[in-house]
């Protein structure tokens, strides 16, 4: 398993950010990686609701289901995702905390290497450009939040 953990201040209350990015209809919003999403998305989803999302990670294109596993308004809030076409996909888990009259948001991705071959590319070229991609994601989040 690949483990990518990224964190960031950002300048707004715990409940406004969680409420923000736990609505899959702003991920194209801040997330260079989501190029759209289908579904249940105008909303911040519950245990069980779920949506679709185009994506472009580490230069593969496809489309992702996600479904909400856990969630602790403020807190916390898990996705598992499947990507459609293969029996694999991740889990991402969002972490909030109140801190410096902002919030501390943190963000794990968590994928399976399923073989020899990916492990081998995770660990020269897909690693890297993901770990990019979280860190910029998280750049424009704040951005996008602070901007009001």
């Known amino acids: 398993m690949t483990r990518i953990y990224t964190t960031t201040h950002i300048n707004q209350p715990r409940e406004q ?7 899959p209809g702003n991920w194209p919003q801040w997330h260079p990686s989501s190029l759209g999403v289908e579904g249940d998305t105008d909303h911040s989803l519950a245990v069980g ?20 596993t856990g969630r602790e308004v403020p807190r916390r809030w898990v996705i598992r995702g499947i990507i459609v076409g293969r029996n694999d996909g991740g889990l991402i888990t969002y972490s909030l905390t109140s801190e410096n009259g902002g919030t501390r948001f943190e963000r794990e991705f968590v994928y399976p290497a399923p073989n020899l071959v990916f492990r081998l590319l995770d660990w020269l070229v897909i690693r890297r450009r993901v770990t990019a991609e979280s860190q910029e994601a998280l750049r424009r989040l704040k951005q996008v939040l602070e901007a009001g």
């Open 49 to 68: 609701e779920s949506c679709t999302e185009a994506f472009h990670v580490a230069g593969r294109k496809g489309q992702v289901v996600w479904t909400v």
């Open 17 to 23: 950010v969680y409420e923000f990015v736990t609505t």
